[in-house]
Structures are given as C-alpha cells and as structure tokens.
C-alpha cells in the first residue's frame, strides 16, 4: 500500500490569551490519501479552520503549534520545513480555499493579476506567460469571458464569480491537495451546487485530494467519501461517510444528524443539540461533549477512549462498542 499523502499526528494548536491558554486543536490525527476528498465536520468553535491553518503553518502569534506535532506530506516534515521551503509547498502543492473570497483578494489589482501571480511566483513565469495560464485556468472553472473577466476587479464580480477566481488562484498550479475551508457557505444554494461540482470535476481530472471543511452534512453525504467530526478540538468520530450516516456511534455524530434537515420529513421543529461549544480556554474535564450529550452518564467524568468500531470506522466514546 503506498504512503499517505497527508499524515497528521498529535497536532496541538495553543492560543496564549490573557484568560489563559486557548488550545484550539488538542492532539488531532488523521490521514488523507492521493485522490481522497475528507470531509471535516462540526460546529463553529471546534477547531476545523485551526486545523487547515496549521498544516499550512499559517497560525501567528499568539497562535502556537505545539512541539510534539507532526504534520507529513508528501513524506516532507511540514512542521521542520525551512519557511523557504514551506512557501514552495503553499499554493503549489498545497493550496486553501477560503469562506469569504472579497478577504482573500485585493480589492485594488484586478482578479486575473491575482491568479497570474501564483505562475510568477513558483513557476517563475513571465508576465505574459503567467497572465496566459490565468486567462486559461478563468475559463477551466467556468469563469464567463474570462479574457474580460480577468481585467475586472474583485468588487465588479458575483460572489459565486469571486470564488471561481480563488479557485483558479488555488488551482493554478495542479496541487496534490485542496483545502476548502466553508468555501461555499457565503454563496447561494444554486451557485454553492456549481462550485462543488466544479470542484468535484477538476479533482477528477487533476487526481488531487480534497479536505472538505464544512458545518453541511449534505455536502459530506454527496461529496466525501470518509468523515471526520470534530467537537472542541478533538476528533470524536471518523468513519466512511456510508458507515457514519447509516450507524453513527457518538452521541454528537448522532446530534448533528438528527438537526439536519431531510426532504419529506414530517416534524413540527428541527432536532436541536442544547447549550454551545465551550471555550477552548477552559475544556471540561472528562468527555468534552457530557454537558451537553443526553447520554451522559457518571463515567462521562472520566476521558473517553478511542473505540475502534472496524478497520475504519473509530469513535471518542464510553458508549461506543465493537
């Protein structure tokens, strides 16, 4: 079987705040293979966007990563990497997608300058090689005239438009992996559909894989094919998205599937999870989700272990069983 692509093992991300040490992401792995689309679950507070940070070692201060954190790819030490280096591995091998593109682009250089300086940049290209690759990479995600387009600044497109442009930025120079952080949930139903399934056709072509970062549970049932969900800087359960959707075995795997909506169902009101996601400055002792879990019982004190359920499927619970 040939090496992951990506290998995350024991990643701790700390903020130091003055209310004390925030740890954001609290000693997460996980692995992702060439081709592979992830999807990474949860809600806002838990630690997905961290998480994507800091493989690309883009937290800053007061944001740490703690030293016993590795991150792999491409068999390459991410962590040790020489900043040199790791900005030859950013947007070239591995390249992030944002929730808001208007925060990602300058509103002062038009959109194809934008693109075209990834070309520049790591492929040493000309000015007029790389505003040629821009031009070429608007119209392979769909950019309507891209020619014209290209000369436009970010305020004078859509949204939908805005995130075409970041995705050709993103994609410009065929990275072995894409991040998108929410990339879709600014958008509307109609151009998010458009932007999965572009994303979804140019991975196919580009055998590239893809972590799907979202809160959507419907964008992981059509889109992934393995899930991790992640509550309050942990994984708590990963499986095949198949297995998570047909047996889930966390109680909070099991809370956001019930609050998600489902065409045809008959209920006065959405299933909702009580409370919210504590403070990354202040974890509760014991299983993280207890206060809020309607299972919880004496031993949810206690730190859960990691159950593994088969091959693939593992879950973060004292309930989970083989």
């Not at 990474?40 to 690309?56: N, Q, R």
Request: a positive charge; charged letters at 20%.
């Amino acid at each position: 079987m040939t090496a992951p692509l990506l290998e995350v093992e024991h990643l701790r991300t700390t903020f130091r705040t003055p209310h004390g040490d925030a740890r954001a992401v609290d000693d997460i792995s996980f692995t992702m293979r060439a081709g592979e689309t992830v999807g990474l679950v949860g809600e806002s507070g838990c630690g997905k966007s961290v998480t994507a940070l800091s493989i690309l070692r883009l937290v800053r201060a007061p944001g740490v990563i703690d030293p016993g954190s590795r991150v792999a790819f491409e068999s390459r030490e991410l962590l040790t990497l020489a900043e040199a280096d790791m900005r030859r591995v950013r947007g070239a091998r591995i390249a992030m997608v944002f929730q808001e593109p208007m925060t990602s682009l300058n509103p002062v250089l038009r959109v194809g300058d934008q693109v075209a300086e990834v070309a520049r940049i790591h492929d040493g290209a000309s000015a007029r090689e790389a505003w040629t690759r821009a031009v070429a990479m608007l119209e392979q995600v769909g950019l309507p005239d891209p020619p014209a387009s290209a000369r436009r600044f970010p305020h004078e497109l859509s949204g939908g438009m805005r995130q075409r442009v970041m995705l050709a930025t993103a994609l410009l120079m065929r990275p072995a992996l894409l991040i998108a952080d929410e990339a879709t949930t600014a958008l509307d139903v109609t151009v998010q559909a458009q932007i999965l399934e572009l994303i979804a056709r140019l991975q196919r072509e580009m055998g590239m894989a893809v972590l799907l970062i979202t809160h959507d549970l419907g964008i992981i049932a059509q889109h992934a094919q393995r899930v991790l969900v992640m509550y309050a800087g942990r994984i708590v359960e990963e499986a095949p998205v198949r297995a998570m959707f047909a047996s889930p075995r966390h109680p909070y795997t099991q809370g956001l599937l019930a609050a998600a909506p489902r065409l045809g169902a008959r209920r006065d009101r959405l299933a909702v999870i009580p409370g919210a996601v504590p403070s990354a400055a202040a974890w509760p002792a014991g299983c993280r989700f207890r206060e809020r879990c309607p299972l919880a019982f004496e031993k949810c004190a206690t730190e859960p272990p990691l159950v593994r359920i088969s091959d693939s499927h593992l879950a973060r619970c004292h309930l989970a069983k083989a």
